[in-house]
């Protein structure tokens, strides 16, 4: 079975760049169809990036320009790329295997969460 593990994150100031990682361990995998949600104190979580089968992506309108996801199918690795952080970015960021067919919607599979924090 397929777990999903996090590297990256960390405390930028606002402005910032940061680079998350979420790579496929203990089983083969594509890496296609994986969303990024976040989830700041008292909020609930929300999606902000997905990378979908065939190469496609989309983005919460929040993180829009600013975040970009991509993959490495060799590496089996999907990464989101944040620039122009703000604190209002602050969050325990999670990845994970979204279910099929174009729902977005999570599946059981996620990433431990890493910790993102935009502070001056």
């Known amino acids: 079975q397929v777990q999903l593990v996090q590297s990256g994150g960390g405390m930028v100031p606002p402005g910032g760049s940061l680079k998350l990682a979420c790579s496929a361990s203990g089983s083969t995998s594509s890496m296609e169809n994986i969303g990024w949600f976040r989830q700041a104190p008292g909020k609930q979580r929300e999606l902000v990036a997905v990378y979908i089968r065939g190469g496609g992506t989309n983005y919460a309108d929040s993180v829009k320009g600013r975040f970009t996801v991509s993959r490495d199918a060799d590496k089996m690795t999907v990464y989101l790329q944040m620039h122009d952080l703000r604190p209002e970015d602050t969050a325990i960021y999670y990845c994970?295997?979204?279910?099929?067919?174009?729902?977005?919607?999570?599946?059981?599979?996620w990433g431990q969460g890493t910790q993102v924090t935009v502070s001056s």
């Open positions: 994970n295997q979204l279910l099929p067919y174009g729902t977005y919607l999570p599946g059981p599979t």
